[in-house]
């Protein structure tokens, strides 16, 4: 029960260092503003959806389609590509800044197990990305009341469900490079050449083939998010995120083992 406690305290010490970060506040405007720009977009435009399918109709095309699955489909792949620029720089100072401040001193030589300090730094990050995306599921709402046929709840709750899985999954190794050094701008550079390695693996695995490039692909973070995107729960999936989730948290708590021992 103490940990639990610990940790829900450390989760309340990140959030209020984001919400009263200038810096997380002006990441979470660009989201916003770049995300909602889209949605317009993409659901009003001349180039969008919804004329893309009249005009297929006024040529004759009666196919039915479902225009919000496919809008689903462009919609969160996009928001997908924008949350790999956004994720590193939210994860850059988590214990860089620690670093910085000398603090880190004093979270390796606490009573907290390392991985409960991780973890709550983990949890409050992605809470407040939880809270970025939240203006998205507004537009939904908004935009899919009046859908005909009516949605299925199970698209785009999977899709969320994707969505903060693949941020968890970026954070937590962000977190274990914010740890081995004291710059954010360092570690937001190596945290994003990471993510973008790790999000074209299944590129890389089709040029690599036979069994290797096969094993590779299971690994891809976007191949992984488009399952979830098209409403497709699959456990392979899920243990693929978690499987990040928790190097990262693992790699982090050696890390400041590591930092600990040195300091013995």
Known sequence: MKVFWNIIAIIQ????????????????????????????????????????????????????????????????????????????????????????????????????????????????????FTTMIMPIILYEAIAFQGATPPISLQVPLLAHLGLILMAASILSLGMFISSLTDSTIFSAIITFILVITLSILDALANSIGGQLGEFLAHFSLLKNYENFVMGIFNSSNLIVFLTYIFLGLFLTSQSIEVFRFSRK
């Open 13 to 128: 010490k990140e959030l209020h260092g984001y919400f009263v970060s200038p810096l997380a506040f002006s990441v979470a405007a660009v989201f916003w503003l770049i995300s909602g720009i889209f949605f317009v977009f993409l659901l009003l435009s001349e180039q969008g959806i919804i004329q893309s399918v009249a005009i297929q109709e006024q040529l004759g095309n009666t196919a039915p389609v479902d225009v919000v699955y496919e809008f689903m489909q462009i919609y969160f792949n996009a928001i997908a590509s924008l949350t790999l620029f956004i994720l590193p720089i939210l994860s850059m100072g988590l214990y860089a800044e620690e670093r910085k401040r000398g603090t880190i001193e004093l979270l390796a030589t606490s009573p907290l197990f390392n991985w409960v300090v991780a973890l709550g730094k983990l949890m409050g990050v992605l809470i407040f």
